[in-house]
């Protein structure tokens, strides 16, 4: 187990947003009452985390209002391992003992899971990520050991390799879903009832 106050929470938040459309951030639309991208970042508002990191682009959510340190990556687009990197290095120079890696296009995560990250990480080479018991995916936690190694990560598939080699903590699909196209976004909207799904956009 690693306790909360020795982790710090990376929030990626830099996301290309490309199968979304030409709508600028995909975090920032409507879903139940708040932006996309703040979801994840109010459920776990009451983790103890030693700090939080938001690495953002072009999204128009204010994360520092929220407790996070903003870190802004204008490299997103060029290299999509740029934000990874960001946010471990700020892990690293807080001295941490591991990282929660979250997605900010993730709304459903719960705290719950997150806590159970943590319980099942045994030591400073820990990689632990989450699953719907198909294939493991973030949120993840890395154990300060492997901080070089993901600093060292380049390219699209980010630290792909890493989890599917570490530990797996099986919650379900539905608080794994993440969000890359406008109809996923609106069939997650009819799942939860939301308000936006009955709300008819202006042309």
Known sequence: MIAAEDVVL????????????DI??????PFLGRALGLHVAVALEDMPFRERIAVTANCR???????????????AI???A??????????HARNAAAVAIALADMPRVT???????LDAADDARAVVASSDGRQPRPPALFGRDRFDEL????GDHGARALIRAGKHVVTTAAELIDVDTPGELEELRRLVHAPEAHTRRRA
């Open 78 to 80: 060029a290299d999509m």
């Open 24 to 29: 600028g951030s995909k975090l920032d639309e």
């Open 151 to 154: 600093l060292a990560i380049t």
């Open 10 to 21: 990376v929030l990626l938040a830099a996301g290309k947003s490309t199968r979304f459309g």
């Open 61 to 75: 959510i204010d994360y520092a209002q929220h407790g996070y340190t903003v870190v802004r990556n204008d490299a």
């Open 111 to 117: 705290a719950t899971h997150v806590y159970n990250l």
């Open 82 to 91: 740029s934000s990874l990197r960001l946010g471990i290095a700020c892990a």
